[in-house]
C-alpha cells in the first residue's frame, strides 16, 4: 500500500491543478447592450392598439394610440389602423410616458445607456458643462435619437475643496457672497436649466457654502427665474434650505426621523424632494443593486460601464445613511402632501443608468406610495414641477417617449422592467449584441497647448492637475498653460508639482484623459508610441497609465527630464498590463522622490509603429 | 520497477502517511495562506482592486509555509531523535530521504496553491487567460525551492526547540518584508532598498512579471539574483549537511 500512496497522490494532485487550471476564469470581453442606430426602413408612426395607458396620473383601459412623427396624435377607445400605419399590438400590456429620472449625472454613455430602460429624459444634477448646449439642441428636434433628452443644472454651486470639486475637473465655486451673480449668469450662460447647490454644513469631510451664501444662490437664481434645488444629506441642513425658499431637495436627510416641524413646513412651502433612496440604499450596503444586476430582464438591457457601476459600492458604510430612516421620511413628507420625485442619482456607485430608475420606483413602493404613485413621480410630476413641456405624459400632442410594458405597472411596480418596446421620438429603439471595446480615437494628438483657452482633446479628454490628495496625501500638483513651447511652438503646458510625505508613495503633476466615471476607455492598438516634448527640473519622473477598467496600481514608465527641451519616446507595450482597448488616461508626474518639481509639457501624442 | 525507484517511492508514501496522519501540522500550513489572501484581498474594502496583484504574492506565500516548516522543524526533531542517524545505518540512500521530503513538500505547495488560486478566481473575480494561470502555477511551484533549501539549513543546524522559532523569523520576515502581504512600495524607501536583499520580493515580482501586473519589472535581473541566492543557500546546505554528518 505504502509504495503506492506517492504515486497516487501524484496523480491526483496533477489531475487537480490541470483541472483547476482549465476551470479558473479566463478573461474574455463580456459582450455589451447597444442601441441598434441603423435607421433603414424605420418610421416614427405606429398605431398601438388595444392597449392600456398611464396617462401620468391614472390608468385608462383598452385604448388605441396614435403616433405621428414621432407625437401622440390621437387616442382613444374607438380609433382604427390604416393600412400604412405600422401596427402594434398592446393587448395585455401597459403603454406609459416615457421615464424621467429627476436626479443623475450624465457622463459618458448616459444618455444611450439609460435609454434602453425606458428613461427618455435625464434631469442632470451636475455634469460637465462643455458641450451641454450641443446635448441640449438635441431635445427639441424629434429626430432619430439614440440618447434621451438632457436637462442640467450644469455644474453646481460649492465652494473650493467642497462636494464636486473632487471628481478631477476644475468647477467653477464660489467663494465670497458678491460672487453669487455673476455665478448664476455663468451657469445661464453655459446652458443650465436650473440651479442645484450644495450645502453640508457642521461636519469636517469638505468646507461647504455658507447659509447665508446659500440662501443668496437661491434669491438671485430664482429672481432670474431658474429653479433652485439643493444637495442636504441631515435634517438641520435640510431645515436651513426649506427656510430660506429651496425649490426642492435633490435627497432625503436619513441621519433621523423628520420632525413634525420640518414636514409641515416642507408641506407649507410647496417644494419637492426627490429622495434618490438608490442611493441610499446603495451607502447602507443594502446590496439591492447586487440582485438587480442578477434580474434577466436588466441584464438584456445592461452595458459593461453600467454592470459595472450597479455592483460597485463606496467601500465604507458612512453613518446617517440609514434606508430604513429615508423610506420612513419619505412616507412622512409623502403624507404631508410634499411632491417626491423619482431620482436615481446614477451613476454613482450602485447604480447604474436606467435600471436605477426602475429601482427609485421600486423602493417609493417600499416606502409606502402606490405603484400609481412611483409611477407619477417618475413622469407627469418632474415634468410639472422642472416644466418639461410635452413630457410626462401620454395625452394627444405630447412627445412619443413612450415604453410599453408587459402587465400592469399600477399594480405591481416591478412590471415597469418587463419592457416589450422603447419609443424616442416615436422611433422604435431595438438592441442588439456587441463585444465591448473602446472606440479608436479620432486624433492622435492628446495635447499641443496651441490654443490658449483650451485644455480639451477631441475626445473630451481634460488636462488637469493629478496628486495623491485623492488618496489623503499631502502632495499638490499645479497645472498653468504658457505662451512658449518647444521649438516655434505658440504655447506649452506648465507642471508644478510639490511632492509631499502624506501617502506613502506620493505623487504630484498632471494628468490627461476620462477620469469621470463611467469611464469608456478607448482603443489605441494602432498606436505603438507615446512621444511628447518636455523640459523642467533635472530628474526621474514617471508616467502612468489608465484603463477603463482598471483600479489598483496604474502601470508605468520612467523617463528623465533635463533643463534642455527634449523628446522622449516611450513604448506603449512597455506599460505593463495597461489594457490598450480601454485606455482611459495618462499622468505626468513626479514623486516618489519628495521635493518641488517643475516641468513643461508640449505637443503629447500617440505614434503609429 | 527499479529497487532505487522503489525504494523512494515508499520513502516518499511514508512522508505524505505521516503528514495525513499529522493534520495538525498540514491544514494551519495549508490554511494561514488563503486564510490571509481572503482578508488582504477580498474583504478589506477596496481590496477587490488588487486581487490579482496579490494572487501572484500571497502564492509564493503559500509556498513558503510547507518548505520552510516541513523542513527546517521536521528534520531538526528528527535528527534530535536519532532517526537521520539511523537512516544513515539503513540500506535506502540519503538522497531518498530529502527526495521524499522533497516531493511530499511540492505536493503540499501544490495543493495550497490550488486552494489561493480557486479563491482568487471564483471568489476574488482574478480572470487572467489560461497560459498566464499555467506560467504563474509554474512559477509559484518553481519559487518552492528556495525555501526548501532554507528550511534544510535551518534542520540540519538547529535542534527542535530552535528550529521553531528560526523558522518563524525566516517565515515571517521574509513575508513581510519582501512585499508578500503588501506591496513594497508603500513601504518607506530604506525598506523597499532593504527589500532588494530576500529572495521572496524577487521571486514576487518574477510572479508578479508573469501575471501581467502593472509596472516595470526586469525579469532577467530577479532571475539572475534568484538563481544566485539559491546557489549560496545550495551551499549552505551542503555545508551543514555535511557538518552535521561529521558529528
Not at chain 1, 405600422?86 to 448616459?110: E, Q, R
Not at chain 1, 470639486?165 to 458678491?178: C, E, K, R
Not at chain 2, 518584508?177 to 515580482?205: K, N, R, Y
Request: hydrophobic share 45%.
Amino acid at each position: 500500500m505504502i509504495r503506492y500512496i506517492f504515486l497516487l497522490v501524484t496523480a491526483l494532485v496533477v489531475i487537480g491543478l490541470s483541472v483547476l487550471i482549465s476551470i479558473l476564469p479566463t478573461s474574455v470581453q463580456s459582450p455589451e447592450q447597444v442601441i441598434d442606430t441603423d435607421l433603414a426602413a424605420r418610421g416614427n408612426t405606429y398605431f398601438i392598439s388595444q392597449t392600456d395607458i398611464f396617462d401620468g396620473l391614472h390608468i385608462i383601459k383598452n385604448q388605441n394610440v396614435r403616433i405621428h412623427q414621432g407625437i401622440i396624435s390621437e387616442i382613444g377607445p374607438e380609433l382604427i389602423a390604416t393600412p400604412d400605419e405600422v401596427l402594434i399590438d398592446g393587448s395585455g400590456k401597459t403603454l406609459i410616458p416615457g421615464l424621467i429620472d429627476a436626479h443623475t449625472h450624465s457622463f459618458g454613455n448616459g444618455l444611450s445607456d439609460t435609454l434602453r430602460f425606458g428613461v427618455t429624459t435625464h434631469l442632470d444634477m451636475f455634469t460637465m458643462e462643455h458641450d451641454l448646449h450641443q446635448t441640449k439642441a438635441k431635445r427639441d428636434s424629434r429626430e432619430f435619437s439614440s440618447e434621451a433628452d438632457l436637462f442640467s443644472a450644469g455644474t453646481m454651486a460649492t465652494v473650493e475643496g467642497g462636494h464636486g470639486t473632487q471628481y478631477g475637473f476644475a468647477i467653477d465655486t464660489i467663494d465670497s457672497i458678491d460672487e453669487v451673480p455673476q455665478w448664476v449668469s455663468q451657469r445661464k450662460a453655459a446652458g443650465a436649466d436650473y440651479i442645484k447647490l450644495v450645502y453640508m454644513p457642521n461636519q469636517d469631510y469638505m468646507p461647504s457654502l455658507t447659509r447665508e451664501v446659500a440662501a443668496e444662490v437661491i434669491r438671485v437664481g430664482q429672481a432670474e427665474g431658474l429653479l433652485v434645488v439643493a444637495h442636504i444629506s441631515t435634517q438641520a441642513a435640510a431645515m436651513d434650505m426649506i427656510e430660506a425658499g429651496i425649490d426642492g431637495l435633490v435627497h432625503i436627510f436619513a441621519d433621523q426621523v423628520a420632525s413634525d416641524e420640518i414636514v409641515s413646513l416642507a408641506a407649507q412651502k410647496g417644494l419637492f424632494i426627490i429622495p434618490t433612496l438608490a442611493i441610499i440604499a446603495s451607502v447602507d450596503e443594502q446590496q439591492l443593486n447586487v440582485a438587480l444586476a442578477e434580474n434577466p430582464q436588466v441584464k438584456a438591457r445592461l452595458s459593461a460601464e453600467q454592470n459595472a457601476t450597479l455592483v460597485s459600492s463606496f467601500g465604507s458604510h458612512l453613518p446617517g445613511y440609514d434606508l430604513d430612516i429615508a423610506k420612513q421620511n419619505v412616507k412622512r413628507f409623502f403624507d404631508a402632501g410634499v411632491t417626491i420625485l423619482a431620482g436615481s442619482d446614477a451613476p454613482n456607485p450602485g447604480t447604474a443608468y436606467g435600471v436605477s430608475t426602475h429601482h427609485e420606483m421600486q423602493l417609493l413602493v417600499a416606502a409606502g406610495m402606490t405603484p400609481t404613485q412611483a409611477l407619477s413621480a417618475a413622469t407627469q410630476l418632474p415634468a410639472k414641477h422642472f416644466s418639461l413641456q410635452n413630457r410626462g405624459r401620454i395625452e394627444q400632442g405630447t412627445i412619443a417617449d413612450l415604453v410599453l410594458v408587459n402587465g400592469d405597472p399600477t399594480v405591481n411596480i416591478v412590471n415597469t422592467l418587463d419592457i416589450e418596446y422603447v419609443f424616442k421620438n416615436g422611433y422604435v429603439i431595438t438592441i442588439s449584441t456587441k463585444l465591448a471595446k473602446g472606440a479608436t480615437l479620432s486624433s492622435p494628438l492628446l495635447g499641443d497647448f496651441e490654443d490658449a483657452n483650451k485644455l480639451v482633446t477631441a475626445e473630451s479628454f481634460v488636462w488637469s492637475h493629478s496628486d495623491d490628495k485623492m488618496a489623503n496625501g499631502q502632495s499638490i500638483g499645479t497645472i498653468k498653460r504658457i505662451a512658449e513651447g518647444a521649438g516655434d511652438s505658440a504655447g506649452a503646458l506648465r507642471v508644478s508639482a510639490k511632492v509631499n510625505v502624506g501617502f506613502p508613495y506620493p505623487w504630484a503633476g498632471a494628468a490627461v484623459g476620462d477620469f469621470i466615471p463611467p469611464v469608456e476607455g478607448f482603443d489605441i492598438t494602432q498606436y505603438s508610441t507615446l512621444s511628447f516634448d518636455v523640459k523642467g527640473t533635472a530628474g526621474t519622473y514617471r508616467v502612468l497609465s489608465f484603463n477603463a477598467d482598471m483600479a489598483g496600481i496604474p502601470p508605468s514608465q520612467s523617463f528623465i527630464i533635463t533643463p534642455q527641451w527634449q523628446r522622449i519616446e516611450l513604448d506603449l507595450a512597455k506599460f505593463n498590463g495597461l489594457n490598450h482597448k480601454a485606455f482611459s488616461g495618462f499622468a505626468f508626474v513626479a514623486g516618489p522622490g519628495l521635493g518641488e518639481f517643475e516641468f513643461v509639457l508640449d505637443n503629447v501624442q500617440f505614434e503609429k509603429r | 520497477m527499479s529497487r532505487v525507484f522503489q525504494s523512494f517511492c515508499l520513502e516518499a508514501g511514508a512522508e505524505l502517511l505521516k503528514a495525513f496522519r499529522a493534520p495538525e501540522f498540514i491544514i494551519p500550513t495549508l490554511g494561514m495562506p488563503v486564510a490571509f489572501y481572503s482578508l488582504f484581498a477580498i474583504m478589506i474594502p477596496g481590496s477587490n482592486n488588487n486581487a490579482a496583484y496579490l494572487l501572484a504574492t500571497y502564492g509564493i506565500f503559500a509556498v513558503m509555509g510547507p518548505a520552510i516548516f516541513g523542513f527546517g522543524i521536521s528534520v531538526a526533531n528528527e535528527r534530535d531523535r536519532g532517526w537521520l542517524d539511523l537512516k544513515r545505518a539503513a540500506p535506502s540512500r540519503g538522497v531518498n530521504y530529502i527526495g521524499a521530503k522533497v516531493c511530499s513538500t511540492l505536493l503540499f505547495s501544490s495543493m495550497s496553491l490550488a486552494i489561493i488560486y480557486l479563491v482568487a478566481g471564483f471568489a476574488a473575480n482574478v480572470a487572467m487567460p489560461t497560459a498566464t494561470w499555467t506560467m504563474l502555477l509554474f512559477v509559484h511551484v518553481l519559487a518552492t525551492f528556495p525555501f526548501i533549501l532554507l528550511g534544510l539549513c535551518i534542520g540540519f543546524l538547529c535542534n527542535g526547540n530552535a528550529a521553531v522559532a528560526i523558522s518563524n523569523v525566516f517565515f515571517l520576515g521574509f513575508s513581510a518584508l519582501g512585499g508578500l502581504w503588501i506591496p513594497v512600495m508603500v513601504f518607506p524607501q530604506g525598506m523597499q532598498t532593504f527589500a532588494h536583499f530576500l529572495p521572496t520580493f524577487h521571486l514576487s515580482e518574477i510572479a508578479l512579471a508573469v501575471s501581467g501586473a502593472p509596472g516595470q519589472r526586469d525579469v532577467s535581473y530577479h532571475l539572475i539574483v534568484v538563481a544566485i541566492m539559491t546557489l549560496i543557500l545550495l551551499a549552505a546546505t551542503m555545508l551543514a549537511w555535511s557538518k552535521q554528518r561529521s558529528k
